[in-house]
């Protein structure tokens, strides 16, 4: 069980000792016991504070990629591997709010010895066509940036919840990677 299930089941277990108390209290007009459900409201107050910290706190470290990432531990992270002295990456996006903003996209150049390496490493299906208009006039990471046609390399790494797009152009020279961890 995670930290953050404990905080919770603590945090609801404190509110309804709360009510349960304030009530008795209420009903039998014990001063007493109002004041000790005074101390597990507080005490559920002081949880759920807690609980809101560690949550945020896991939307912000939840993933392999952090805000601190450079581009060359982002395309390691992404293959397995350093980039080769025939890479030569031109840009690369991390998520901003990991588990919240899902999307990883790094744009390199590469050798075909590189391309090659990396396609090996998983049973790509591919496909040749008309690379798609970018979503924003200013979509650096656009299929449609490194040419009018590409191929499309696609591959789910863990089905339904993390898969990987790899645009390659004609000349299998430029290289756009999008990686969506939902």
């Known amino acids: ?39 597990s409201f507080i005490a559920f107050v002081i949880i759920a504070i807690i609980t809101g910290f560690t949550i945020i706190k896991s939307l912000f470290t939840g993933s392999e990629y952090s805000l601190k990432t450079d581009a060359p531990t982002m395309y ?4 397995g591997q350093a980039p080769g002295p025939c890479v030569s990456i031109i840009a690369s996006e991390i998520p901003v709010i990991p588990r919240v903003d899902t999307r990883a996209a790094i744009k390199f150049t590469a050798c ?48 339904g919840a993390v898969w990987r797009t790899i645009w390659m152009s004609k000349d299998s020279t430029k290289v756009i990677v999008e990686q969506i961890e939902d």
């Not at 390691?76 to 293959?79: C, D, E, R, T, V």
């Open 112 to 159: 075909s010895a590189e391309m090659k390496s990396i396609l090996k490493q998983y049973p790509y299906t591919s496909s040749f066509q008309k690379t798609p208009d970018p979503f924003t006039a200013n979509d650096s990471f656009s299929p449609s940036s490194i040419g009018d046609s590409a191929w499309k390399y696609y591959y789910e790494l863990e089905p």
């Open 1 to 39: 069980m995670s930290t953050t299930a404990i905080y919770i089941i603590l945090a609801v277990g404190f509110l309804f000792l709360f009510l349960i108390l304030f009530l008795v209290g209420i009903k039998k007009k014990k001063k007493s016991v109002i004041y000790a459900s005074i101390i």
């Open 76 to 79: 390691k992270n992404i293959f």
